[in-house]
């Protein structure tokens, strides 16, 4: 009797195991081994491709070309079998400030643009710019014109100016930006003295605006950074070729110590009456002096009837004046005291970065609980149809692998958690309340 080999089973089966493996170099020795193995092999590896330049990556799992000669390397691959680009079905460009920055940016300029155009069925494109640096306008109209596509469904953009989303397709539902460069324009970028010798911007799509289901807005982190006022940032997303009426889910952390912030996050809100999920992560910061007095908050969470889950924490501290910093608890409060007992919220998530942990109030020698006020809110009779309240106390991820349980930063942990079941007596005996230390609320929400 014959032994058995792999070109002895069903095509389905073969495929069905090939599947099922997640190491890339084994399916590149069953492409080698096996005619049989060779499509479905091929398949998994070109699946998701990760196009990067400079350092600092996380190996997340994708076929991955991190130089310029692998650059050119797999544009050969993709014209010499063009059977191959079809697979790919996720996209992902990292572009960081190597130690050739320059040249870098010479080569993906030449090759991306060729390469781009031959992934004509790409479901996801993930695009991050680590730093705010020159980028040549042609990767910007390769961009452009892969947002385009009819089969784009997921877009991350990180570092590209917010207008670019006007080139956006129909068919994209989910969308998130970080860190958009307010001072800049896409089109723009086409007319500055060195983007003279390059092709004119992509006419914008003609089509019908990408009705959204998620969307991510984080612009925190380069607001810090540069200083710059962020009021225009949600106002460029909803001016843009986008549809938000029919939002689901939307995750959004701005700077939120100028008034206009308060006031375009609340158009956005009313912009988005279908919202099941909402995560509201603010990164609050000092109000300029001529802002500390009459400070009022226009957002109303009582417009959002459909809402299901809503996610709210605080990313750094809120001073109000020159010594005294907000509880961050006390603004939460303010926004939950608001919504209406029509609603029908099942999920509350809280959550705070480390460095915000509630703090310790005593007023007159007594010890106030600013829990103890959260509880009373949080009944049936204001939220019916709660089910969970969820509280994230971050666990100082930079230290747990190497400090010991008594170190100050697990003690503190200790502390607020304690202060939380002490004020939350009703709900902790409702069994309603649940702790968690992952990241913020990840296991509640799926990012996009």
Known sequence: MAPTTIEDFPQELVDEVIDRILDKETLRSLSLVSHTCLPGSQRRLFESILLGTGTSFIDTGEESFRNPVLFANLLLTLTQSPHLAPYTKTLIVLINDGWDYETEMEVLGNVLPKIL??????NKL????????????????SVAETLQLPSLVSVSLKGVPVDILQHCSSSVTQLAIWDPPLNKNF?????????????????????????LEALLIDDASWIVNSGQSNEAAIIRVLQSNIDVMHLQTLIISVMYCQLKSHAEVAKMLRTCPNLQQ?????????LHDDERENVSDPINLGALKALKTLHLGVQSGFWTNGSDATEPIGWIISLLEKIPTSNVIETIIISSSFGMLPMNTEYFGVDFNPYTQLDKILNKENFPRLKQVRFHVEEAPFYKDYVGADHPF???????????????????????????????????????
């Open 187 to 211: 089109a723009d970028i086409f007319l500055a003295k060195n983007a003279t010798t390059s092709p004119p911007p992509p006419t914008a799509t003609s089509q019908s605006h990408a009705m």
């Open 278 to 286: 909402l995560s509201f992560a603010p990164t609050f910061s000092a």
């Open 126 to 141: 993930v695009w991050k710019q680590k730093d705010h640096k020159y980028i040549p306008p042609v990767l910007y109209r």
């Open 410 to 448: 697990k003690v503190r942990t200790d502390w607020v958690k304690n202060k939380i079941r002490a004020g939350m007596v009703r709900l902790r005996f409702a069994q309603l309340i649940r702790f968690s230390s992952s990241k913020w609320f990840l296991d509640v929400i799926n990012v996009i």
């Open 117 to 122: 155009p031959l992934f004509r069925f790409l």
